[in-house]
């Protein structure tokens, strides 16, 4: 799925367009997606089943777990925030 993902971005877009390319520092990313974490914790209704949602969520509190124990999973993990957080925003807008 994210393969899929990284393919049709890489494919329609250039590196610029990234979300997180002129990010000053990773550890801002980090937070970015911290604070989406515990803001989203309580959403209700039928955005809360949302499956993006909910994968997100939960490669947010992984990598946020590997990014505390310094763990060599981390970079990975960011990554896949980061595809899957920017897919579904490109696919609002």
């Known amino acids: 799925m994210l393969g899929k993902l990284e393919e049709q971005w890489a494919k329609n877009n250039r590196p610029e367009d990234d979300l997180f390319y002129y990010h000053p520092s990773e550890d801002k990313i980090v937070l970015s997606h911290s604070l989406f974490w515990v803001m989203t914790q309580n959403i209700k209704g039928k955005v809360g089943k949302e499956k993006y949602l909910l994968l997100l969520r939960q490669y947010q509190e992984e990598m946020l777990e ?28």
């Open 66 to 93: 590997a990014w505390l124990t310094e763990s060599s999973d981390f970079k990975d993990l960011l990554h896949y925030c980061n595809v899957i957080y920017y897919s579904r925003i490109i696919a609002y807008v």
